[in-house]
């Protein structure tokens, strides 16, 4: 089934840097979601960008999705020790018996330093 | 508020004994999933229901059943829990159609000895 491969593994900045996360897959998608998940908890909703989007705001929140190359960025801006989580990015399957069916990877653990 | 609701949040138990990890949502969802997540493996999909008395197998079922007779509910059962099934346990719920947001429940941490 679909899955979405995050890229780094882990990321490690300074409070105020920017953090960009990556995110690539294998097939077709109607869109893509982000989740993230602070330790042991569970996984939070952050933004979905549909296949005709190009680029998505949410407050400190950009995601870009490049259909041609399959692949998908995060974007957080001004971080905040806050952020600290793992980030997931989940494209749904978009066909067969599994379709819609959403996929987690491994994520970016990121670790944002006060 | 929107809420998907485990119960319990941890337990340690012995192999052997059977438990039931309950999951209720109150946003009226007709899909709803379980997942366990283990260091190095990531989350995977245990089962999950499109509706009532409707579910399916995921990526990880053995060792594991599910029930959903009523809409708000789903039950993960371990019939015979064995120490490889220690693990973080997710419950989620979406709307219906295609690949919506997932809504989760905040986990259960289960050890079996």
């Known amino acids: 089934s679909q899955q979405g491969e995050e890229d780094p593994q882990a990321l490690s900045i300074q409070e105020g840097e920017n953090a960009t996360m990556n995110c690539s897959y294998k097939t077709s998608i109607n869109n893509l979601q982000w989740y993230r998940q602070n330790s042991g908890r569970g996984l939070v909703h952050l933004i979905l960008i549909r296949s005709n989007e190009r680029e998505k705001h949410s407050g400190r929140l950009r995601v870009t999705l490049d259909t041609s190359k399959k692949s998908s960025s995060l974007l957080i801006t001004a971080s905040r020790a806050a952020d600290t989580a793992s980030y997931f990015c989940?494209?749904?399957?978009?066909?067969?018996?599994?379709?819609?069916?959403?996929?987690f990877g491994q994520g970016t653990i990121l670790t944002v330093h006060p | 508020e929107a809420q998907v609701t485990q119960n319990p949040r941890y337990l340690i138990t012995v192999t052997g004994k059977k438990l039931t990890v309950t999951c209720s949502q109150n946003m009226n969802h007709e899909y709803m999933s379980w997942y366990r997540q283990d260091p190095g493996l990531g989350l995977r999909q245990i089962y999950y229901s499109m509706n009532v008395e409707v579910t399916d197998k995921g990526d990880v079922p053995e060792g594991y059943k599910v029930s959903r007779k009523e809409k708000r509910n789903f039950p993960l059962i371990l019939e015979s829990p064995s120490p490889n099934q220690t693990s973080l346990y997710f419950c989620a719920s979406r709307s219906q159609g295609y690949g919506g947001e997932l809504f989760f429940g905040e986990g259960s941490r289960l050890t079996v000895l």
């Open positions: 989940a494209p749904p399957n978009a066909g067969g018996t599994s379709y819609g069916k959403l996929t």
